[in-house]
């Protein structure tokens, strides 16, 4: 009973952190509908941004990561100027292969610069933070996260229910061409919503670097893994990706823990595939209806 | 005497023959055969045992690419699994040479199958996904083959891979890189050949017909899911076929190679090449077998003089970021690839100086 607490306990951070990484994800869908694979690189990006504020500039941890999310910012502005912007209307597979590009050759420069080793940080939380309850044991780690992330998600409802630039990035989503001809700088919601994703990629890379360590692999397999929490969750759903993170990190713990360590990375693989074939627009995502 | 066929100076096309005639013009089949001539007469006995190497490297990558050209390029659905069914194809071609003892030339067949068959189970859910969904599906197949690949111990001997037997055509054994070129080089002539071919029938038109339109090409009475599938079969059997030549070519395999980089690097190909042109799979895999080797040149004298003195570099992170670059300048600058370089090129040649 106590080892299945456990597994539960680590289930659901550990999916957390999926719906976390996932939700910059689901914002660059939603907007602009492009399925970005480089996005375990900016998760990576964020990460080593940070590393490089704390450990070479030596900046105090609270000024290091608004700095590292103010470039994750400029960032996803850049890249969404200089590639993606010109893509604008271009096949799927361009569009597609492009991130696909992003993501080599992001990955090549941060293996360029700092190697493709193990780094952490040097530890900063205060262990207040982490809960003994019984025999039930969560580090600081997790309870920052868990707080970090609800306080985005919070940050992010307010943000497109009440602000302007909110509510022009959820009528593009709805229909493009419908905000286009109501006046909505569609461009510009492009750029914003590469720039938010960045933003919280970012912010997810630095929580994912503060628990596994940081390491350029890892963290774009995490990338890859967005997909079946996206899929599982839908992929225009912000909520759905938070919930379909958990759901798989608790199948990732539960097959790690019951079945076999080495089945655990695949499982959430072959799960994908079968709600592909079944209900391949997730829990709550919004069917395309095709008409002719 | 037959007479010779030019450009001529409009469409004067009156039947449908000619508009699926391969070569237009009688100059176009000549340097073909000058082409074969060069490469089977000349080339291999010109030319150093490295750079037969690198040839025969090219020679496996085209075929491979060839078959993720018809997938991608003429079919419209993008698969990111090719490097796996590649791996199938080389396991299967090495399980059924070491434990069946099946003659060399029935493997690569035989492998080219069991491939088609396993990368039609993955593309199954064409069925009811189309787009970036069905791209998701074939990156989970991807990771699941690499799984089993691994993982699959009686079978693929995990981590310590197979080695092959030498292979043996009609009692004459192959093992110089030259008898390797020759086997690689006939076999990428028929299989373009075959696929050059199977454009022009009315599966090529069907699989076109899709990409363009699928929902037009439905009404037209196309029954979408059979022909999607059997471009993901047909895609797949030319990835075991290559998969298989490799493996022997490699003496032993284990399943280190086939992931997703790889697919990732077939991609490259058939952009950088051209979507939709047999000739640009091969200039695609030209292009990145030989960027592969420029780099791994560049690495070494930059060892050599001392610029890098890291001892944890080496190769893996500058290809990673060339492939990146030369991926993204393409689409951005010359999304069609180098066939389409190539066709102005050559049509340049011909108006000058007269471009009109």
Known sequence: MNFFLQLLINGISIGFLYGLSAMGFVMIFKSSSVLNFAHGELLALGAFFFLAMVTWVKLPIAAAFIVTLACCFILGFIIERFFLRPLIGEPLIYVIMLTVGLASMFKGLMLLVWGGNLQTYPAFLPEVLGIQWDVINIPPVYTAALIIGIMFLILFGLFFKYSSQGIFMRSVADNQRAALSLGVHVQKVFALSWAIAALVAGMSGIVLGIINGINVHDLSAIGLKVFPVVILGGLDSIGGAIIGGIIIGLLETFTGGYISPSLSDVVPYIVLVFILMVKPYGLFGLAEIERV | ?356
């Open chain 2, 1 to 356: 005497m037959k007479k010779l066929n030019f450009h001529p100076c409009g469409n004067y096309k009156e039947r449908y023959e000619q508009e699926i005639t391969i070569f237009e013009t009688d100059f176009g089949r000549l340097w073909s055969w000058i082409g074969i001539f060069f490469l089977f007469v000349i080339l291999p006995f010109i030319s150093s045992p490295y750079f037969l190497h690198v040839l025969n490297m090219v020679g496996i990558a085209s075929i491979a690419a060839i078959g993720l050209n018809i997938l991608i390029g003429y079919t419209g659905q993008i698969s990111l699994g090719h490097g796996a069914f590649i791996g199938v194809g080389a396991y299967a071609a090495a399980i059924l040479a070491t434990s069946v003892n099946m003659p060399f030339l029935l493997t690569l067949p035989m492998a080219g199958l069991i491939s088609a068959m396993v990368g039609m189970i993955f593309g199954i859910p064409s069925g009811r996904l189309k787009g970036l969904y069905l791209t998701i599906a074939t990156l989970a197949g991807q990771i699941i083959i690499e799984y089993v690949l691994v993982h699959w111990e009686s079978l693929t001997k995990g981590t310590m891979g197979i080695t092959l037997p030498r292979p043996s055509i009609l009692g004459m054994e192959l093992e110089s890189d030259r008898s390797f070129f020759f086997l690689i080089f006939c076999c990428l002539i028929v299989m373009i050949w075959l696929a050059v071919n199977l454009m022009r029938t009315k599966y090529g038109r069907a699989f076109i017909a899709i990409r363009d339109n699928d929902r037009a090409a439905e009404g037209m009475g196309i029954p979408l899911f059979r022909y999607k599938l059997l471009s993901f079969g047909i895609s797949s059997f030319y990835a075991g076929f290559a998969g298989a030549i490799w493996a022997y070519y490699m003496v032993s395999i284990t399943s280190e190679p086939f992931t997703l980089g790889l697919s990732v690097e077939y991609i490259a190909m058939v952009i950088i090449g051209g979507l939709g042109s047999v000739s640009g799979s091969i200039y695609g895999a030209v292009f990145i077998t030989f960027l592969n080797e420029i780099l791994r040149w560049l690495t070494g004298i930059m060892m050599n003089i001392g610029v890098i003195t890291e001892s944890g570099l080496n190769v893996a992170p500058l290809r990673e970021f060339f492939f990146g670059t030369s991926i993204v300048l393409f689409i951005l600058f010359e999304p069609r690839g180098l066939a389409e370089v190539w066709r102005i090129i050559r049509s340049n040649f011909r108006l000058w100086p007269f471009a009109y």
